[in-house]
């Protein structure tokens, strides 16, 4: 019994230090000019990482069906954040304090299905977690072409979707060794960009390993926010200034 016990532990410190030496040691990218026009975001919390795409970039065949689930309504700086992750934590886990373990067990034994959660969000609710990604437009093409890659066919819109935010049935399980954070690192890769040399099972493997190349972020945001604050504030701002332009589209059409 002693032995088991201290055998896990070894493994768990193990892990700890093979993915803190994974992002400290990175896998160098390619030398990239960023192209012109607004940039794809990446999003980091404590525990999670996204994209953001500009709106207009997302509508393009590039990105497969997200198209399809952007209202025609929307400002024109509004961005679609995307990750992948276990579908039952995305859905019940809106904070780390209300994490369970069975969630996590569960979770990282890939019993759920996951998903690819899609939120609209407003440009300037980007800043707290937000960091412009450097990518030429073949950049660009591979984080597209990794998001519509994730999506399981046929197309599946997954409950607990509502505007502004949905989740589509996603290829692969989630666990130990392929993370939400993995699902981003991935992207990393195939777009060019440093990325931890083997595990990334944290955020702080996707960001650390991209420190040389990101752009410096707004040191005025609140970082006491999370991810899923963001998102929700993002979501509301959206709405809003939707509601607001509809209304006053409205109007003007009243009084002519």
Known sequence: MVWGICAVLLSGAGFLVLAHVSAVFPVAGRAQV???????????????TDFAVPLALARADAFGPIAAHAPANLPEDTYVM?????????????????????????????????????????????RAYCRALPLDRDGQAAIAAHIRGTIAVPQTVLPESEFGRIYLRANRRYGVFHTCNDWTKNALRKAGLPVARFNAPFAYSVTRPLQSVLQ??????????????????????VTARGDRDEGAAQTAKNAE
């Open 34 to 48: 960023p192209a012109p026009g607004p940039a794809i975001y990446l999003c980091a919390g404590m525990a999670h």
């Open 216 to 237: 410096d972020r707004d040191e005025t945001a609140d970082g006491a926010r999370t991810l899923s604050d963001l998102a929700a504030g993002g979501v509301a701002d």
């Open 82 to 126: 995307m990750g992948w992750g276990d579908y039952r934590f995305f859905t019940e886990v809106p904070t780390l304090s209300e994490l369970r373990p069975q969630i996590a067990v569960a979770a990282l034994a890939g019993r759920h299905e996951t998903a690819l959660r899609v939120q609209l969000i407003a440009e300037t609710s980007l």
